[in-house]
């Protein structure tokens, strides 16, 4: 593992993306020159004394000189970072955990249920081939990644239905490596599509609670097959798809 660091990160760019969602961008090379898809950085949303914990945030894609982040406004953390403005200087570790494994030459399938597809945009720049299905609620929901497919729960864009309703034999056949990251019930859902002889290809971005985002509180554990747990943020956020204790995770909610 290499070392973790902490660094002062410049914001560059800040907007509401869509709404109630943000986008912001950090000037710092270090973080960008380090960084592989998959990884993510945990954010001080206040050098005041709440909220205590930082906040972890996938990178979604490199920009020239730092990194790009899309995030939800859910709570109190995400709201200090909504506030951040160009100039404000902001503590990052990162990057952090084990991304996407990619193998040369391999095309993907992406596969993402809403703000899930935060940090597709780094994968799809990193691999020679992708095709992308897109599921939200609705339109405002949908992240905009060129030429994805996406369908919609009320049909405001692309179809009406769910992303499962994409995913197709032809498309499995001639994928290597699918990419899954949403909600844990969507994220279930695709599993239970994709049939046993494709199941290898699988992996998961897990998202869970976090303390230190780096292996030492053991606040974020993912049940795993077997009856155990692994650390979110030190063994993933990326697992096998075969790794995952499905309905183990899915009780343990969120
Ligand atoms: C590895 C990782 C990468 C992530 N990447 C992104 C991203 O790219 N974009 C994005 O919008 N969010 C991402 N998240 C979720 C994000 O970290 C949380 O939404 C954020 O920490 C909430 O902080 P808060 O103080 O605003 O809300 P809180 O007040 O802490 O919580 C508000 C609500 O959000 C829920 N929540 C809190 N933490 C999480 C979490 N880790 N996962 C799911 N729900 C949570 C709580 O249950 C509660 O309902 C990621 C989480 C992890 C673990
Ligand atoms: S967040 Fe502390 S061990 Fe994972």
Same mark, same amino acid.
């Given at each position: 593992?290499?070392?973790i660091r902490d660094f002062d990160c410049a914001v560059k760019?800040?907007?509401q993306m869509l709404p109630g969602v943000v986008r912001i961008v950090f000037d710092c090379a270090e973080i960008a020159s380090a960084a592989f898809p998959g990884q993510f950085v945990q954010i001080e949303p206040s050098p005041?004394?709440? *909220?205590v914990t930082r906040r972890p945030i996938t990178i979604n894609r490199l920009t020239k000189n730092g $990194?790009?982040?899309?995030f939800d406004v859910v709570g109190r953390g995400t709201e200090l970072m909504a506030e951040m403005k160009p100039g404000d200087m902001v503590r990052v570790l990162g990057p952090l955990g084990i991304g996407w494994a990619i193998d040369p030459g391999s095309s993907w399938l992406l596969i993402?249920?809403?703000l899930g597809a935060a940090g597709f945009q780094f994968l799809m720049d990193s691999v020679v081939s992708a095709t992308v299905l897109i599921g939200a609620s609705s339109s405002d929901r949908v992240i905009p990644l060129e030429a994805c497919h996406v369908v919609t729960e009320d049909g405001s864009l692309g179809g009406k239905g769910l992303v499962t309703a994409l995913i197709s034999e032809k498309l499995l056949d001639e994928t290597d490596s699918i990419a899954v990251c949403g909600p844990v019930a969507?994220?279930?859902?695709?599993?239970?599509?994709?049939?046993?002889?494709h199941r290898d290809k699988v992996q998961v971005s897990t998202e869970s609670r976090m303390g230190c985002g780096w292996g030492v509180c053991d606040g974020c554990s993912i049940p795993v097959s077997g009856g155990g747990y692994k650390k979110c943020c030190q063994e993933g956020p990326v $697992? *096998?798809?075969v790794e995952i204790d499905w309905k183990r995770w899915k009780e343990a909610g969120l």
């Open positions: 593992m290499s070392a760019h800040s907007e005041d004394a709440f *909220p $990194f790009e982040l899309l993402g249920g809403g969507m994220m279930e859902a695709v599993w239970n599509t994709i049939p046993e002889k $697992f *096998p798809g």
